[in-house]
């Protein structure tokens, strides 16, 4: 029962002046269901007196100065990743220890400066997880160095994928293992500890210790959205974006690597 | 290889450059107050920092912000909690008006049509927003909404019927 319509019926259906609810219904479902129709419809959709009305009525909120907390919501993540030059010029003598848990918030951010970085890469686990240059057997440079031996052990061994404990640290999990560029055999993972979930990627030294190259708090859920996949640490993606260069390794050639990384 | 860190500087400021259209389409969408509008704006500008890598690069970022500005609201909908607010438009203007009585005209026949949009059912001004103001084509809007194109044009065909039939009755229109 295919019904033919005019163009003027159907230019009438566009423009709003169909008063016909039967026949709206009518258009409207055998342009649904015939693509040759919709597009007869599509090149009849013509401007109309309504349209610039309403744009003008609603023009001020384009001219209107932004608020502060929109931009905001857009402002750069602060030490989302971590600036090795920035931390190679800081005096790793001179970072503080968190005596406890206490957490991010306990730590006022300008007072250190250049070593933030490395600084928030302890409270984000809430406990110090690197080794700087101020111990005895820090390597030169001030690179970021892993200091947990349970965190060492799992990036040596564990396959991706196996939950891993890793004692005061929490719960470790490899996400993606991969060789960069230069060879080097780097893993993404992830730690968990009292709900919050943090991301790092460290790639393998020739010395045999992991140095970590992104590090992001991942950002607790946004209202009731579920986060697809990808939802590790903008920053720590954007790493692993920029530096694989191999497909990710898995089962047996993963294992297979991290035996000669 | 030396693509720029978390975030991408020029995706940032192509976001920043979005957030008036996106205010004036969260508007439409909630009905009512600014306040209620930049809710929804600054939930949507957060869930698009979040969840930024799901962009594909070389698509629309408009159409991806105004998706996840759309679903938020629908979302937020859904918990119910929405006591409209007010249209507080016109207070923006006063303070910028001096042309005294054509502004004053000017400003009260925008209100009408606001009141006019703000009083038609939402799924009447998901299209009135994406096809009037956004002036995406129809096929756009049907691809953004998930809906087929017939039912956008009918939709959008019963909120100019609505429209006209009060503005005309208000003057505004002739």
Same mark, same amino acid.
């Given at each position: 029962m295919s019904a033919t319509f005019t163009d003027a019926q159907l230019a009438a259906f566009l423009d709003g002046s169909l008063e016909d609810e039967g026949l709206i219904d009518a258009i409207e479902a055998a342009i649904n269901a015939d693509p040759a129709l919709a597009e007869r419809a599509e090149a009849l959709a013509a401007g109309d007196d309504l349209a610039p009305l309403v744009r003008d009525a609603f023009a001020p909120l384009l001219d209107a100065p932004v608020p502060e907390r929109l931009t905001a919501a857009l402002a750069p993540q602060p030490?989302? *990743?971590?600036d090795l030059a920035a931390v190679r010029a800081a005096? +790793? @003598?001179a970072l503080p220890t +968190?005596?406890?848990?206490? &957490?991010? @918030? !306990?730590?006022?951010w300008p007072q250190f400066g250049a070593m933030a970085a490395s600084l928030v890469l302890g409270l984000m686990i809430g406990g110090p997880l690197l080794k700087g240059g &101020? @111990? =005895?057997?820090a390597p030169q440079g001030g690179e970021l160095v892993l200091a947990s031996a349970d965190l060492d052990a799992m990036l040596n061994a564990a396959p991706s994928g196996q939950r891993t404990?890793? =004692? !005061?640290?929490g719960e470790g999990e490899v996400v993606l293992t991969f060789r960069n560029a230069d060879g080097q055999l780097c893993r993404q993972f992830l730690l968990e500890k009292s709900g919050a979930t943090s991301d790092a990627l460290a790639c393998a030294t020739g010395g045999g210790s992991w140095q970590v190259e992104a590090f992001g708090r991942r950002p607790a +859920?946004? /209202?009731e959205m579920k986060l =697809? &996949? /990808?939802?590790? !640490?903008p920053a720590v993606v954007a790493a692993v974006d920029a530096m694989i260069d191999s497909d990710p390794l898995v089962g047996t050639d993963e294992m297979a690597e991290l035996g000669k990384k | 290889m030396n693509r720029p860190m978390n975030p991408d500087e020029t995706t940032r400021q192509a976001l920043i450059a979005l957030i008036p259209r996106l205010r004036r389409f969260a508007r439409v969408l909630t009905a009512g107050s600014i306040a209620d509008a930049d809710d929804v704006v600054q939930a949507s500008l957060e869930k698009a920092m979040v969840n930024l890598d799901q962009w594909q690069p070389g698509t629309r970022l408009d159409a991806w912000v105004f998706r996840i500005a759309r679903n938020h609201w629908v979302d937020d909908r859904r918990r119910a909690h929405n006591a409209k607010g007010h249209d507080d438009i016109g207070e923006m203007l006063d303070l910028a008006g001096d042309d005294g009585v054509a502004v004053t005209e000017a400003s009260a026949d925008a209100r009408m049509v606001r009141a006019a949009v703000d009083s038609l059912p939402p799924e009447q001004r998901d299209v009135v927003a994406l *096809?009037?103001?956004?002036?995406?084509s129809y096929r756009e809007a049907a691809d953004m909404l998930g809906l087929p194109i017939g039912t956008v044009m009918s939709r959008l065909s019963r909120a100019k019927a609505a429209l006209a039939k009060r503005l005309t009755a208000e003057g505004t229109l002739q």
């Open positions: 030490a989302e *990743v971590i005096q +790793p @003598s +968190p005596a406890n848990d206490t &957490g991010r @918030s !306990a730590w006022r &101020g @111990s =005895a057997d404990d890793l =004692a !005061a640290l +859920p946004a /209202g =697809a &996949g /990808g939802d590790a !640490a | *096809v009037m103001l956004e002036e995406l």
